[in-house]
């Protein structure tokens, strides 16, 4: 059973960066594609930014490209979401999760993590 927790969320002002990390436990996380999503209040959960895991190919949302950057370390059993240039558009709950890269994370294969709040103040 894996166990996804997110963390690194926080209050920041428009402009700022911030840093999420997805730490798995109970398993690797080796072999699957993982992306970060988020979800606002009233809002459906969205796909921010995906990794897959043989090529490290990196997929973004329009919102977030150029402003967000996935990466994983394969030796931690980590993700990270390092997010620059924050908007207030940009405020939710952040999870991680894997799944299929090739159709956008449609399904996600873990159960879902309590995620981290991110607030952008304008």
């Known amino acids: 059973q894996v166990q996804l927790a997110e963390s690194g969320g926080g209050l920041v002002q428009a402009g700022g960066s911030l840093r999420l990390s997805c730490a798995a436990s109970?398993?690797?996380?080796?072999?699957?594609?993982m992306g970060w999503f988020r979800q606002a209040p009233g809002k459906e959960r969205e796909l921010v930014a995906g990794i897959a895991w043989v090529s490290d190919a990196t997929y973004y949302a329009d919102s977030t490209k150029g402003r967000f950057t996935i990466s994983r370390d394969h030796a931690k059993n980590t993700v990270y979401l390092q997010m620059d240039s924050l908007k207030p558009e940009d405020t939710a709950v952040y999870y991680c999760?894997?799944?299929?890269?090739?159709?956008?994370?449609?399904?996600?294969?873990?159960?879902w993590g309590q995620g981290t709040q991110v607030t952008v103040s304008s």
């Open positions: 109970g398993r690797t996380l080796s072999g699957y594609a």
């Open positions: 999760n894997a799944g299929v890269f090739a159709s956008r994370f449609q399904s996600a294969f873990f159960s």
